[in-house]
């Protein structure tokens, strides 16, 4: 039996890929090795990924806070993704990234940028995600 | 949902909370045609109960254009879901089970271009329904492993049989796994480090 014939495709084949999330001053002006780098300095707004993670500064929202950003300040007293923001209101990724940026605005939550793939690797960062894997 | 009685909207359970010194994320994505396994490979290995993140879209922008210029736009919900893995006290991975649909991937900002890289899961009853997010992958130079999903009744293929079905280069990593196995699903993400970190190694993305 002969399983069906794939082709292969090329870096910039087809419709145009969607441009990175650009990188910031603080990625580029390191060490161009890298390949890995943290996306943006803390509490910038644009850009937030699904896996950025939001901290609210203080425990209690203030009495000004909407019922929306009280119940997301509620669920980051601890740090969380954006994507687990997302899944425990029930609200679409794009909501939740509105709903940050004003809480970021206000300066109620700080946001931590991931780490994401450039044009170069970081041999220690994927050492340290085999080590965790390893544990599992 | 009322957001008035929001002091009750259930959050993680409190040991799943990752500590405050958490200071970024990384991402890997799952991927592959309808039904292959992405969701169960996502509970798999994940540390908490797996979560779904949704999107709406309207059907404008999912280029169907059999409803083209009808004023009643339809939206459609897409849902991924994903899973968490905590690495150390300051880094966390998060896998992320994408629809197969290309024409989804751009809902979430970056979700390909920041990933560390890709499992493109298969199965070898319905290869070809894996083929397009392989050559999308390809195209974004995004970097992958491939996974064959073995299911009972599967036809079985020798690697280089499949290699050159799949017309993949030798570097490429083909292996099998069965996603509903913590520990096979685990070896799955080793392969795609141990791949990434040889790229770094020798300094190239594909
Ligand atoms: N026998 C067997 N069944 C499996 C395996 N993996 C998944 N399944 C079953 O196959 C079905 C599809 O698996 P899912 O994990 O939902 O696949 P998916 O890729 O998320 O599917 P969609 O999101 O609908 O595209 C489910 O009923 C699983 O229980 C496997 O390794 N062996
Ligand atoms: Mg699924």
Redesign the interface.
Known sequence: ???????????????P?????PARKEGEGGNPER??V??GPDGERA???????I?ARSPDPPPSA???Q??LL??CV????V??L?????????VVTVLITELLTAELVQA??????K?????S??????????R? | ?D??G??T????RAED????T??????IVIVGGFGVGKTTMVGS?S?IKP??????MTQAGIGVDDNYGSPSKTAT?VAMD?G?????DE????L?GTPGQERFW??????F?????AVVLVD?RR??VS?DV???L?????PFVVAVNSFPDA?R?PIT??RS?????EMIPIVECDVRR?ASS?DV??TL??F??S???T?S??
């Not at chain 2, 909370?17 to 405050?20: A, E, T």
């Open positions: 039996m002969t399983p069906p014939q794939r082709q292969r495709r090329t870096p910039g084949q087809g419709t890929a969607q441009p990175a999330a390949l890995y943290v996306a850009d937030i990924d699904l896996v950025t993670l901290v909407t019922p929306e009280a119940a509620r669920l601890a740090p969380l993704s994507a687990e997302s899944a425990y209101l029930s609200l679409p990724f794009s931590r940028s991931p780490i994401v793939r044009a170069l690797p970081d041999r960062l994927l050492e340290a995600v085999m080590h965790g894997l390893q599992l | 949902m957001f008035n929001s002091d909207i259930p959050g993680p909370q990752l500590p405050h958490a200071q970024s994320a990384v991402k290995v540390e979560l779904t993140t949704e999107e709406t919900t994903f968490r893995i905590r690495i150390t880094l966390v991975l998060y992320f751009f809902l979430w900002n970056g979700l271009e920041g990933a560390l890289g070898t290869l070809e083929f392989m050559g999308r390809e195209e974004r130079g995004v036809p293929y049989d499949l079905a799949l017309d993949l280069s913590r685990r993400l080793m480090m141990r990434l970190h790229l770094a190694m300094g993305l594909t």
